[in-house]
């Protein structure tokens, strides 16, 4: 870690805490590396599970060891994030929670997962219910198109009411607040409303997407694909609001497809098996399986890519040049990786098999619907493009790493990761039977699932004719 660090004008930059609400998570966690091998400051780690950062924090010989530390606790229900806010200097949202899934489940709910899904699953169970609530469960972020026009209450109350405190906390303690939105407030770009032949589609004013000047148009009502980008829309103008009526140091980073190692999961792997990542993870899980990549009403959507770590090259700008990023929104991505999602799919294909030394399948992809694959009520946005104007005038910022390179960063990590447990589940399939056995002075949850809890949680599985027992202490 470099000694004598000074900001964009000169300054001594200062060590501070952060407390950083869902650190555990795919931005948090290479934010959290970033922290800790280049900077002096302190993270208050804050998230339900903490896979992707356990490196950063074992064992307690690593050189910042006294600069992390992990709380685990739902920021829905837990009356310590108040207290944890209060000890830091900023704050940093990048939590999309919570995605509740209510306990009066059947058994085909519990046949249809994995065994390391059962754990997750007992794991967040015991995290969320120690204070004595068996009503919900926090299972994982809502971030993913397939659950907002099929989960949207869910997305609503995760992205917006539950935000609401950590806005709050940090207005009312006089904390600084980087809060992450998402590129999907611009929703449709005023080019996809124009004839596909008139010549004003070719004027970038037309889709080009500025912070302060792009309007955000979304879909009827009924496309209820747009309720993640309204809840995210509503909690800006909240965070603005604070700003302007009670003096809340805020920037707002609104993401452009950041792509690269440990972004969302592998279904059936560390993931539900019906579970619909985004594009990147379901393309990585269909090239790991040799599978067509699935291509959404075609693939005709436009997208930018940005590479994580430019991403968190640029967060590291604005956590430490407070004077220059504060009151600003600012979009993070990187206008030369456009392409289709077509054309996205088709060099996946390419550099797995350049990394992997495997030919590409007989049919690489193939067309399905967004009625077929995301369900009733989904819609879409055009194309996608960042202006980048503030981002650069007022950090200095650009991104620096092509889509190709990208690619085979992210893919030589998911193949490095993910192709042996694959082979494993596709070559040897185990049907799992779970029963939850009631055990005494306990007080069940429902009628449909005798989940009963008192001093200790008991969970049979029964693997191949083989029956586990697994005795989970829980301190209430």
């Not at 390391?116 to 972020?141: E, M, P, R």
């Not at 393309?283 to 959507?301: A, I, T, Y």
Request: aromatic share 10%; with cysteine; charged share 20%.
């Amino acid at each position: 870690m470099a000694s004598g660090r000074v900001d964009l004008d000169g300054n001594p930059i200062k060590p501070i805490t952060i407390c950083m609400i869902g650190a555990g998570g795919f931005i948090g966690s290479h934010l959290c590396e970033k922290l800790m091998a280049d900077t002096p400051h302190k993270v208050l780690a804050v998230d339900v599970y903490n896979d992707k950062i356990k490196h950063l924090l074992e064992p307690s010989s690593l050189p910042w060891a006294d600069r992390i530390q992990f709380h685990r606790l739902n920021i829905k229900s837990d009356s310590r994030l108040e207290g944890l806010i209060r000890m830091a200097d900023l704050v940093i949202f990048l939590a999309f929670l919570a995605h509740f899934l209510h306990l009066d489940l059947d058994w085909k709910f519990w046949i249809s997962l994995d065994l390391k899904s059962i754990f997750i699953l007992v794991d967040f169970f015991i995290v969320n219910c120690c204070d004595g609530s068996v009503t919900t469960i926090n299972l994982a972020a809502i971030c993913t198109p397939a659950d907002y026009n099929t989960r949207p209450l869910d997305t609503i109350y995760s992205n917006f009411i539950d935000a609401l405190p950590v806005v709050k906390y940090c207005s009312e303690n006089g904390k600084r607040l980087i809060h992450f939105s998402t590129c999907e407030v611009y929703g449709k770009t005023i080019g996809a409303f124009l004839p596909k032949d008139s010549p004003l589609r070719q004027d970038p004013n037309y889709y080009i997407l500025k912070e302060d000047t792009s309007p955000c148009i979304f879909g009827p009502i009924e496309k209820q694909r747009w309720s993640y980008a309204c809840a995210k829309q509503l909690i800006e103008r909240l965070i603005y609001a604070e700003g302007a009526e009670n003096g809340l140091e805020f920037t707002i980073v609104r993401p452009f497809n950041w792509i690269g190692p440990r972004m969302d999961f592998i279904p059936g792997i560390d993931g539900p098996s019906e579970g619909v990542p985004r594009v990147l993870a379901c393309f990585s899980n269909n090239l790991l399986r040799r599978e067509p990549l699935k291509l959404v009403d075609g693939g005709q959507s436009q997208r930018t890519f940005v590479y994580i770590k430019d991403a968190i090259d640029a967060v590291l700008l604005m956590i430490e040049n407070p004077a220059r990023a504060n009151g600003h929104i600012f979009n993070v991505g990187n206008p030369n990786n456009e392409v289709t999602v077509r054309q996205l799919a088709e060099m996946m294909t390419q550099v797995y098999s350049k990394v992997t030394g495997e030919s590409s399948i007989e049919t690489p992809t193939i067309d399905v619907s967004s009625k077929e694959f995301y369900g009733e009520g989904y819609d879409d946005s055009d194309k996608r493009i960042p202006d980048m104007t503030i981002i650069n005038r007022q950090l200095g910022w650009n991104p620096k790493t092509s889509l190709w390179d990208l690619l085979e960063s992210t893919l030589t990590y998911q193949h490095r990761t993910y192709a042996e447990a694959i082979k494993k589940a596709t070559s040897k399939p185990v049907a799992i039977a779970v029963h939850l056995r009631p055990l005494p002075v306990s007080c069940a949850v429902s009628e449909s699932l005798p989940l009963l809890v008192n001093k200790r949680l008991q969970l049979s599985l029964s693997m191949s004719g083989t029956c586990l027992d697994w005795v989970v202490p829980v301190n209430f």
